[in-house]
C-alpha cells in the first residue's frame, strides 16, 4: 500500500510561482510512475504532469508545456511540481498520484487527498 501526502497549495498572484511536494509512504516508490493531477469546478479532472520511476521520461499537457516541471527525489520518496508563471486557470485541486504503469495512459491506483492552488488575476 501506498499513501501520498500533498503539501504547498495557496494563494499567489497570476505570474507568480509555487512548489508542490508530494511524499509518498512505503518501500516501493522508485518503482511507481508518478503524476500530478488537477480538478476545477465543473470540469474533468486531468493529467497536468507525469514522470517516469527513475524520471528519465516526463509528460507534459499543452497548458503547462514551459511553465511547470516535476522532478523526482528517490532517496527521499518525493515527487515536487514547480508550477512559474501561475495563470488564473491554473486553479484547480491538484492531486499527486502513483502507480506501477507508464507515466501517460497507464494506471494510477493511488492518490493523495489533493491541495488547492488559487491563482488570482
Known amino acids: 500500500q501506498v499513501q501520498l501526502v500533498e503539501s504547498g497549495g495557496g494563494l499567489v498572484q497570476a505570474g507568480g510561482s509555487l512548489q508542490l511536494s508530494c511524499a509518498a509512504s512505503?518501500?516501493?516508490?522508485?518503482?511507481?510512475?508518478m503524476a500530478w493531477f488537477r480538478q476545477s469546478p465543473g470540469k474533468e479532472r486531468e493529467l497536468v504532469v507525469a514522470i517516469s520511476r527513475i524520471g528519465g521520461n516526463t509528460y507534459y499537457g499543452d497548458s503547462v508545456k514551459g511553465r511547470f516541471t516535476i522532478s523526482r527525489d528517490n532517496a527521499k520518496n518525493t515527487v515536487y511540481l514547480q508550477m512559474n508563471s501561475l495563470k488564473p486557470e491554473d486553479t484547480a485541486v491538484y492531486y499527486c498520484?502513483?502507480?506501477?504503469?507508464?507515466?501517460?495512459?497507464?494506471?494510477?491506483?493511488?492518490w493523495g487527498q489533493g491541495t488547492q492552488v488559487t491563482v488570482s488575476s
Open positions: 498520484a502513483a502507480g506501477y504503469g507508464i507515466p501517460r495512459g497507464g494506471a494510477y491506483d493511488y
Open positions: 512505503g518501500r516501493t516508490f522508485s518503482s511507481l510512475s
